[in-house]
């Protein structure tokens, strides 16, 4: 089900960045005002998984990309770009409703996403459940 909300430019332009240029830690986007489209609310160069899990509102929706560091056993260090669509259970449902439907437009849009993470509550999009979900990936 789409509900016909378009992806602004820049959210795509910033994304590139991140993934080819390394510029970006993580970025966090979010429907506009009107809800028309979908923009970019927040691009952070540096900081951890703590301070990303930091900026995801309690109660509001929102899409955003993380540069995910992990060690895989035997391997050494390695990095993933996962995909959260984080949808708290709180959230009132309309909001949930839009943001589920629309998730296609923006995940079309980021090529190259490895994982995908969906949450409802932060202990879903905590370090080790997305760790979890690394090491199994190729």
């Known amino acids: 089900m789409s509900s016909g909300v378009g992806v602004n430019d820049q959210c795509v332009e910033l994304y590139n960045e991140f993934k ?8 966090i986007f979010k429907l506009s005002d009107d809800h ?13 998984y703590d301070d990303f899990l930091a900026c995801l509102p309690e109660s509001e929706p929102r899409y955003a990309v993380f540069d995910f560091e992990y060690e895989k056993p035997g391997e050494g260090m390695r990095n993933k770009i ?9 959230a009132k449902v309309r909001a949930k409703m839009l943001y589920a439907s629309s998730k296609d437009a923006i995940r079309k849009q980021l090529v190259g996403l490895a994982i995908e993470v969906q949450g409802t509550d932060f202990s879903e999009v905590d370090s080790e459940t997305v760790l979890e979900k690394a090491l199994r990936s190729n």
């Open 20 to 27: 080819l240029r390394k510029k970006y830690k993580y970025i």
């Open 82 to 90: 996962v995909f959260y669509s984080w949808i708290p259970d709180v």
């Open 36 to 48: 028309r489209e979908i923009v970019v609310e927040k691009a952070a160069e540096t900081g951890g």
